[in-house]
């Protein structure tokens, strides 16, 4: 048997492509294209060790759109009641409100949202990518709008940049804000953090003798979540530099 040539850099069997982006198994893969399934720019390939480049590239399979993307990395506008977790449990994940390519190729939160908290959240299966914005070292500052149950005061934003102590664990730590505004005295905090601790916005307002009652995260970075993008839609980032520092 001959020896199977090189594939130029960036190129992929058809078959393959279809099983990196999560169509499922490589014989389910080729089922598809063999069945007249699969369209790359709007025509039929019936062949699956057809090549073509594994990026940006433009296919139907069995009815969906679908343009391919060697690293994933999404936004998602979370509603209430699903979970961040991996493994949900009194609530669903969010990975329920994701197609199938997409839950099958396990991506994960790039942190979490808790399952009453709303807005922007992303995920990806690009590991470093992961993880330069979940390190603490990059202080990738997130923006969240706060709801509380009473009216925000001068003092308690000044306290919040000052920075207060979380003493509800057996290793108090203390957290500030990059920034903290209210507005006239009403009960809307928007406020900024570049940590990323365990129900940080919430233990923060408690400690300035406040409580949160509605928790959005609008911004990661220089992304701004778009009204465009509604509540439990997704959306491909095709910007990392959006959300890095």
Not at 52 to 59: K, M, S, T, V
Not at 140 to 158: G, H, I, R
Not at 176 to 194: K, N
Request: hydrophobic share 40%; with cysteine; glycine share 8%.
């Amino acid at each position: 048997m001959p020896p199977r040539s090189r594939l130029p850099a960036g190129h992929e069997h058809l078959a393959q492509i279809l099983f990196a982006q999560g169509f499922g198994a490589r014989r389910e893969c080729e089922g598809l294209i063999l069945h007249g399934l699969v369209q790359v720019k709007g025509e039929v390939v019936d062949d699956p060790d057809a090549v073509f480049p594994e990026d940006r590239l433009e296919l139907v399979v069995d009815g969906m759109p679908w343009v391919t993307h060697v690293k994933a990395l999404i936004v998602l506008n979370k509603p209430a009641g699903y979970e961040c977790s991996l493994k949900p449990g009194a609530w669903p994940g969010v990975h329920n409100l994701l197609p199938v390519p997409l839950r099958r190729r396990g991506l994960q939160p790039v942190g979490r949202l808790d399952q009453d908290t709303t807005g922007l959240l992303l995920m990806t299966d690009d590991g470093p990518l992961l993880h330069k914005l979940t390190s603490p070292k990059h202080h990738v500052p997130k923006v969240y709008e706060v709801t509380c149950k009473y009216p925000v005061t001068p003092a308690m934003c000044e306290k919040l940049l000052k920075g207060v102590v979380l003493d509800d664990d057996p290793m108090p730590v203390k957290a500030d804000a990059a920034e903290a505004v209210g507005e006239g005295e009403t009960c809307h905090l928007r406020l900024t953090l570049l940590q990323g601790k365990y129900h940080q916005v919430k233990r923060m307002v408690a400690a300035v003798s406040n409580r949160v009652e509605g928790l959005h995260r609008s911004q990661i970075g220089r992304l701004i979540l778009s009204d465009e993008l509604a509540s439990g839609q997704w959306r491909w980032l095709e910007d990392p530099k959006l959300v890095l520092p």
